[in-house]
Structure formats: C-alpha cells, structure tokens
C-alpha cells in the first residue's frame, strides 16, 4: 500500500466538526491499508487573531517573539485530530515541528527548511500509528521557534513527503482543484484534470492562490507527485473515486496529460507601476535604479527600457500594491541621483497572464490575446513573457472583463480533445 502525506488548510479544519470529518478521512485511508501522515494548519482566522495580539502588545513585534506566538495555532490543531483520530480507533501522535526536527534558517517569520529528521515519523509508520505534524513551522540552529512564512503549512506538507519519499502529497483545502480561472469571475471555469509542475509554479508565481509558490517550487525539485482536492466532500466518499478527485499537478512527459495550449489564466490585483522618464541612457543605469528598491527588500516584477533619440530612456517596472509608496519614495531620491526627469507611477493596473506548456510548439498565441483585448478597447501598458506564460499589464478596471474574454478566446471552458 502507499505512504501518503495529507495536508489540511485552515478551513479544513476550523471547527471542532470539521476536524472530525478531516479525522474520519484519514481514519479511511487508514483502514484501507495505507501510510498516513498528516500535516495541519492552525483553525481559519487563528494566525490572524495571534498575530493581532502581538501587535496589540508591540506596534512592530519582535520577529523572534511573534514566531513564537504565530506557531502555537498548529499546535492546538495537532492535539485535537489527533484525539479526534483516536475516537476513530486510529493510534495518532502529534508532533510540532521542533520535535520531529523540521530544520530551518533563522529567517524568523519566512524561514526556509534546511532538512528534516524523518526517523521518529518512519517508527510510528511502522508501528501503525498515523503522525500529526504541525505544519508551518519548525526550529533553527540556535534553538530558535521559526514559521516558514504565510502558506508555509504547504511547503511542510510537501517537505515532509520529499523527506519520506511518499508516493503522493494530497493537498486538502475548500476547493476541489485547480481551475482554468477563478469561478468566482468566470463560472464556466472548468477544474484541470492534471497540470504541469511548470504551469503550477507559474500561476502560483502570477496570482493563482490554490498553492503556496513555494511549495510547488519544492515538490518540482524532489519530484513530488501533488495532487489538490477538497476536504468539504463527504469524508465517507468511496476511497477509489475520492484518489482520483481533484487536480493531479504532475511532469509534462506524463503520456495522459491534457494536451491543452493555455491550461490556465491568472491574475493578480495587487499591482503598481513606476516609470522612472528621461532617465540618461549610460551603462549602470538600470542597477542604479533598481538597487536601492532591492536593498529595501521590494520585489520588481515586469521591467520595461523604452529609449528616445534624445539619448535619454524611460524606465518602468512593477512592485506589489503595498509597497508602492515606500517605492515611490525611494525613486525620488534616486531620481536626483541619476540625472532623470521624473517619477511618475499608477497603483490602480493589475496584471492578467495566461500560462500553458503547449505555447512552445503552438505560434500565434501572443497575437491571438493582444486582437481579443483590443476588441474589447483593453489597453495593454506592458508585456512580459516566458516560454509557457504571456503577462500585461492593464488598467485594473478591465481585470475582470479581460479573464472572461480571454477565457473564452482560448476555449478553456471547453474539455480537450
């Protein structure tokens, strides 16, 4: 039989009910002869409440302290399914992180896992018993509580069967998989039998908030088979149906992958354009700029160089919506500096990008999604692109217009041949 690694996401597991239904799944799986080893998060809402009494007591929380206090959500969790397991007849032992060694960096607040001690999991396995791990969080050199950072519990959970080498890591949320976009904006969206760990990471990395990047950057490394379903369904659903539900997020040269050209089209809201004008167009101008916004520690996402006969260059990028005052700031000060003109920048765009491995044998693509927006009058202010994505920028007014028409464009309501 197989070792499985599930996880639970927040609301999975939010009410004392539902930890009982997450508890009869497992129990399920449990008495069908295989491995489980699951990896919870904090009941929904309890991160948030935590953090907002820390930040009650201190405006700006110590990052050692709050890690401290982020990560005793998990630790309640854990408890409960695990007493909730043995109400089943399931033998359950909770673990935190710290004690099943879950070895990070000192990055308090958005550490990195630098290895995991898998023995104790690997001797209750073999006893029988089913392992609840906290996930989120885990302990550094020095001792040290640390949390992985905001979905963090998905990278647990995927570290952790990277570690046991478990023939499947099942992610459990309130979505039974990944869909072509969000239903909420298109409710012909249709959910994605399977998926590439390439397109996954991209629409993770574009607005996609199914799973945590980073968790996918680490299934994709260790080559961990993900597959994304819900824990809203009956827990008593028939085993075999209940293994083949949700979105397989597998490797492209898988021969029954849906040979779609676009699988999917993401978006993300939180986005602000800069453009730094007149800027004099000399080598070391472009670290000039961007240095001092990297060393505030902002991400830059899409950059554009336009230069005039003038021998000067308008310099435009994009950082998330939250940091762009403190971006707009910096520019200012590097605007003196380097000799340019002005600063000038929008935080009301949102970027829309279509993702799908078939664009490298398919042409075309790019200007089939330029004429659908244009017919739509949707102005595109910048573009960026890789082998399998195409991203613009557009006035966020039209975001969601643009996900419908592009949908439609591409027939991603429509099942593959």
């Not at 908030?209 to 961990?224: D, N, T």
């Not at 949707?378 to 217009?401: A, C, F, G, H, R």
């Amino acid at each position: 039989m197989a070792l499985i690694v599930q996880k639970y996401g927040g609301t999975s597991v939010g009410t004392t009910e539902r930890i009982r239904n997450v508890a009869r799944r497992i129990a399920k799986w449990r008495r069908a002869g295989h491995q489980v080893v699951v990896v919870p998060s904090a009941m929904s809402g309890e991160t948030n409440r935590l953090i907002g009494l820390a930040r009650e007591i201190q405006s700006e929380p110590d990052l050692r302290e709050l890690d401290v206090v982020a990560s005793t959500g998990e630790q309640v969790t854990i408890g409960l399914l695990a007493m909730a397991l043995k109400a089943q007849g399931i033998e359950a032992r909770s673990y935190t992180g710290w004690q099943v060694r879950v070895v990070t960096d000192s990055a308090f607040t958005k550490a990195r896992i630098q290895g995991i001690d898998e023995h104790r999991l690997r001797a209750d396995l073999a006893a029988g018993i089913v392992p609840v791990v906290a996930g989120f969080q885990g302990i550094d050199g020095d001792g040290n509580v640390t949390t992985l950072g905001r979905g963090g519990s998905d990278t647990s959970g995927v570290a952790l069967a990277a570690a046991l080498k478990a023939d499947e890591c099942q992610i459990f949320t309130d979505v039974d998989g990944v869909y072509t976009t969000d239903p909420r904006i298109v409710p012909e969206a249709r959910r994605l039998r399977q998926i590439t760990f390439e397109e996954m990471l991209e629409m993770a990395s574009l607005g996609s908030k199914v799973l945590q990047i980073r968790s996918v950057e680490f299934a994709g490394k260790y080559q961990v088979r993900l597959r994304v379903l819900s824990s809203l369904t009956d827990p008593d659903l028939d085993l075999d149906t209940e293994a083949k539900s949700g979105t397989l997020i597998t490797f492209e040269e898988d021969e029954h992958m849906e040979q779609a050209v676009i699988s999917g089209i993401a978006f993300a809201r939180d986005e602000a354009k800069l453009t730094v004008m007149g800027v004099p167009d000399r080598p070391g101008v472009a670290y000039a700029i961007l240095g001092p916004v990297a060393d505030a520690n902002i991400d830059v996402d899409m950059i554009i160089q336009n230069a005039s006969v003038d021998g000067s260059t308008d310099f435009s990028f994009t950082v998330p919506r939250g940091d762009f005052n403190r971006a707009m700031a910096i520019l200012e000060q590097v605007r003196t500096h380097v000799g340019a003109r002005a600063v000038v920048g929008d935080n009301r765009i949102c970027k829309v990008s279509m993702v799908g491995v078939g664009m490298r044998s398919h042409v075309g693509i790019a200007s089939r999604m330029f004429r659908t927006l244009s017919e739509e009058g949707i102005n595109i202010q910048m573009i960026s692109t890789s082998e399998i994505k195409i991203s613009v920028v557009v006035d966020e007014k039209y975001l969601e217009l643009a996900v419908r028409v592009l949908h439609r464009a591409f027939d991603l309501d429509q099942q593959p041949a």
